[in-house]
């Protein structure tokens, strides 16, 4: 079945350093791929996501670029603030159009000045 | 944007008893809601998927007697925990959708169930 793998975290980073969550998928089909952000206290938000392969997805200065020969969907950002700190989800959709997410465990991402 | 309601945001209940959360749309109508569970630093495992005015649907190993889901109305899907247990307590999410095929998912914000 379709699966969701994320490294572990936590991540801890100085403010402005750059910041890679890898991501890697198993699916069948073409699925979508999508990063979800849970600051603290509050729900799921999407940040961004990628329909097909090669695409970029992109927000608030994070990217992920959907990778189907590697499997991959790495979120990154060249330069991380402490207001970044928050639990990060990869997540898929599988082609059915269900609606369904598959996600992956999270990570935290912890962002010191 | 899109909101998503969820109430109660925290329960604490005792063991045996029942607890009910509510998920709503606020500003859009859900065709399909998600119900999701949050175990500490792990994933959110989806649990069921709910349609108007249908059954839900529920994953492989989730009890549809102990969690009843109701999706009477197209802002409103309810989470009934029935009989809870401590090994129940668990961070419970909702998502909902207006329509079908892409249409984006809008997360609530979660409730935290604690049963003593």
């Known amino acids: 079945g379709n699966s969701v793998t994320q490294m572990e975290g936590p991540v801890t980073l100085s403010e402005e350093a750059f910041l890679t969550i890898n991501c890697t998928y198993t699916?069948?089909?073409?699925?979508?791929l999508f990063w979800y952000v849970q600051y603290p206290g509050e729900g799921l938000q999407l940040l961004l996501k990628a329909t097909k392969a090669d695409d970029k997805g992109s927000n608030k200065g994070f990217e992920a670029t959907y990778r189907k020969e590697t499997t991959s969907f790495h979120l990154e950002k060249g330069s991380v603030q402490v207001s970044d700190s928050a639990v990060y989800f990869c997540a898929l959709r599988g082609s059915g159009n269900t609606g369904k997410l598959i996600f992956g465990q999270g990570t935290t991402l912890q962002v010191k000045p | 944007g899109a909101v998503v309601s969820q109430h109660p945001s925290w329960v604490i209940c005792k063991s045996g008893t029942s607890v009910k959360i509510e998920c709503r749309s606020l500003d859009f109508q859900a065709t399909t809601m998600f119900w999701y569970r949050q175990f500490p630093k792990q994933s959110l495992m989806l649990m069921a998927t709910?349609?108007?005015?249908?059954?839900?649907?529920?994953e492989q190993g989730v009890e549809k007697d102990k969690f009843l889901i109701n999706h009477a109305s197209l802002t409103l899907s309810t989470l009934t925990v029935t009989s809870a247990h401590p090994e129940d307590s668990s961070f419970y999410i909702c998502?909902?959708?207006?329509?079908?095929?892409?249409?984006?998912?809008?997360f609530g914000n979660g409730t935290r169930l604690t049963v003593t």
């Open positions: 709910s349609n108007e005015g249908s059954k839900a649907t529920y």
């Open positions: 998502s909902a959708r207006g329509g079908a095929g892409p249409s984006p998912l809008h």
């Open positions: 699916a069948t089909g073409y699925p979508s």
